[in-house]
């Protein structure tokens, strides 16, 4: 799919009848074209302010977990509209539907569900798109189905390769994108293990 970029990590850019970016960084220049900015949790590589500075534009909505309120305030952007979701809350802002999913890891600290951190299901005309965040694979997770699923699969801090090509093999259709890893040997292992009809768009 052509209006589908990823910059780096998890940051992630999706462009069509609006703009959207996920948890930006390391953005090029100060294209200030954000519609809507998404940010999953507070980790200095999903939230940086002076990234999400480069893209905002005065009328850009940001949505990020309820409990980084407070500390999107406090950065103190030249735009007001914040809004904060939990986990299953959904929100609405024209024409483009979102659901807060969890994100979280099951036997590691990096990310507790007690955070109610989030990866989002977001709709833009017509398709479907879900941004894991950083997640190991969970219930929340895997009831989810999505024309594009951004996932995650460097280990450590979420899934590995192995385990995201299973979830991932455990969908019914969709795109994937292998986002949150450095080493391309991970995307290598990923790709090998997933049924070979699934489509992948890799980026790195």
Not at 106 to 126: C, Q, R
Request: with cysteine.
């Amino acid at each position: 799919m052509n209006n589908i970029f990823v910059n780096t990590r998890s940051s992630i850019k999706l462009t069509g009848t609006k703009t959207i970016y996920f948890d930006p960084l390391e953005i090029g220049g100060a294209p200030h074209d954000a519609d809507l900015i998404f940010i999953t949790h507070e980790h200095y590589d999903h939230y940086s302010p002076d990234d999400i500075r480069k893209v905002l534009k005065k009328d850009t909505q940001m949505i990020v977990p309820l409990g980084m309120l407070a500390m999107v305030r406090e950065s103190q952007f030249p735009v007001q509209t914040f809004h904060g979701l939990l986990p299953g809350q959904t929100w609405e802002y024209e024409g483009v539907k979102c659901q807060g999913i969890p994100a979280y890891n099951i036997d590691k600290h990096f990310h507790t569900k007690s955070n109610d951190w989030l990866g989002y299901l977001v709709e833009l005309d017509g398709k479907t798109y879900y941004a894991m965040g950083d997640t190991d694979v969970i219930p929340e997770a895997v009831s989810v189905n999505a024309d594009v699923v951004f996932v995650p699969i460097g280990g450590k801090y979420t899934m590995d390769a192995s385990e995201a090509a299973e979830f991932i093999n455990g969908k019914k259709r969709g795109l994937v994108v292998p986002i949150h890893y450095g080493d391309s040997g991970a995307g290598d292992t990923f790709v090998r293990l997933l049924r070979p009809e699934i489509e992948v768009q890799r980026f790195w």
